[in-house]
Nanobody, 126 residues
Framework: QVQLVESGGGLVQAGGSLRLSCAASGRTFSSYGMGWFRQAPGKEREFVAAINWSGGTTSYADFVKGRFAISRDNAKNTVYLQMNSLKPEDTAVYHC???????????????????WGQGTQVTVSS
């Protein structure tokens, strides 16, 4: 069972940047696809970005393309989400998730992910 712990959230003004980190336990992190999702109050959890086990394939939700970047460091068992040009509508709890299937593609549906972190709050003020 892999455990995921997110960090890096906080309060930032519109136009600012944050870098989220997700640290994973276990020795098989390098074989997992990893995703970032977010959930705002009163809304369903939505896909933000994902990266496959090797880092060779990434996918982004349309609303973050050109602003967010997902990356991973398998030596550190960590996946990152660099968020630039933040908008008030980006305010949400951000969760990382692990897909234990070692695939060349990435999953965008939450149901394909096996393990979830508790989340980190991101608040963007206008």
């Amino acid at each position: 069972q892999v455990q995921l712990v997110e960090s890096g959230g906080g309060l930032v003004q519109a136009g600012g940047s944050l870098r989220l980190s997700c640290a994973a336990s276990g020795r098989t992190f390098s074989s997992y696809g990893m995703g970032w999702f977010r959930q705002a109050p009163g809304k369903e959890r939505e896909f933000v970005a994902a990266i496959n086990w090797s880092g060779g394939t990434t996918s982004y939700a349309d609303f973050v393309k050109g602003r967010f970047a997902i990356s991973r460091d398998n030596a550190k068992n960590t996946v990152y989400l660099q968020m630039n040009s933040l908008k008030p509508e980006d305010t949400a709890v951000y969760h990382c998730a692990a897909d234990r299937r070692q695939l060349p593609i990435v999953a965008v549906a939450p149901g394909h992910y096996d393990n979830w972190g508790q989340g980190t709050q991101v608040t963007v003020s206008s």
